[in-house]
Structures are given as C-alpha cells and as structure tokens.
C-alpha cells in the first residue's frame, strides 16, 4: 500500500481457513489469504486503511466446497475490522471478497461492523 501521508504502522493477518493445499489447480492455499491494515496520521486524525487479499474464491456456486472458508474468513475479517476499528477518525476498507451482497459473509460483515457496501449503496455507475 502507497501513501502520499506517513504510514505510521502496518499489520497483516492471515486468514486461519485458506484452501487445500493438495487442490493445487485453485492455488488459494499458496496464496494464503490474509487482510492488511495501515495506520496513517494527518495532523491530529487517525485513519485506519484495511485491504483484504481477497476471501477464498468460488468456484462453483452450485456445490462450493469452500463456503464454509469464506463464512469463517468473513467472520475472522468482521472481527479484525471491529478490533482494529475502535477509536479511529476514519476507516476505509477495500478489497474483492468473493461473495455476492446476499450472501452470509457480507451479511456478517455489515450487521456486525456498521461498514456499508460502495456498491449497492449506488444507485447509479456514471463510464466515462
């Protein structure tokens, strides 16, 4: 991550579900998964800037033997974004998280963290 403010400290968490590693042609195991997060200050705000390495894929929806990695990714990435959240002047979260908005991860993440979806909140995507 690139910032034109200075970084005052980095983490990265690493997803405890993250595929098979005998399942080599999806590679989401050799991937490893994880969530990262920035510290910036600008004068006296603290901004919090996460983005996540992008929840397991879905490769099949009809039978999607990694549901139940998402659902456990979703729910360690809704509880690092309320722990690493508390107390700050601005978080932005950004990232691919494989789900659709009705899916049970989202709706995870959006009952538990408050965060809100830049994508079904529009109502209108102008192209230039």
């Given at each position: 991550?690139?910032?034109?403010?200075?970084?005052?400290?980095?983490?990265?968490?690493?997803?405890?579900?993250?595929?098979?590693?005998?399942?080599?042609?999806?590679?989401?195991?050799?991937?490893?998964?994880?969530?990262?997060?920035?510290?910036?200050?600008?004068?006296?705000?603290?901004?919090?800037?996460?983005?996540?390495?992008?929840l397991?894929?879905?490769?099949?929806?009809?039978?999607?033997?990694?549901?139940p990695?998402?659902?456990?990714?979703?729910?360690?990435?809704?509880?690092?974004?309320?722990?690493?959240?508390?107390?700050?002047?601005?978080?932005?979260?950004?990232?691919?998280?494989?789900?659709?908005?009705?899916?049970?991860?989202?709706?995870?993440?959006?009952?538990?963290?408050?965060?809100?979806?830049?994508?079904?909140?529009?109502?209108?995507?102008?192209?230039?």
């Amino acid at each position: 991550m690139f910032s034109r403010h200075r970084i005052f400290d980095a983490f990265l968490y690493r997803y405890s579900l993250n595929g098979y590693p005998y399942v080599v042609h999806h590679a989401d195991w050799f991937g490893g998964k994880a969530v990262g997060m920035v510290i910036l200050n600008r004068g006296r705000l603290t901004a919090h800037t996460s983005h996540q390495h992008v929840l397991h894929a879905e490769y099949c929806r009809e039978k999607d033997s990694y549901l139940p990695h998402r659902v456990v990714q979703a729910w360690e990435l809704q509880q690092f974004i309320c722990h690493t959240s508390s107390g700050v002047d601005l978080g932005i979260f950004g990232g691919d998280l494989n789900m659709h908005p009705q899916d049970l991860g989202n709706r995870m993440l959006w009952t538990y963290t408050g965060i809100r979806d830049s994508y079904t909140e529009t109502a209108k995507f102008d192209v230039l």
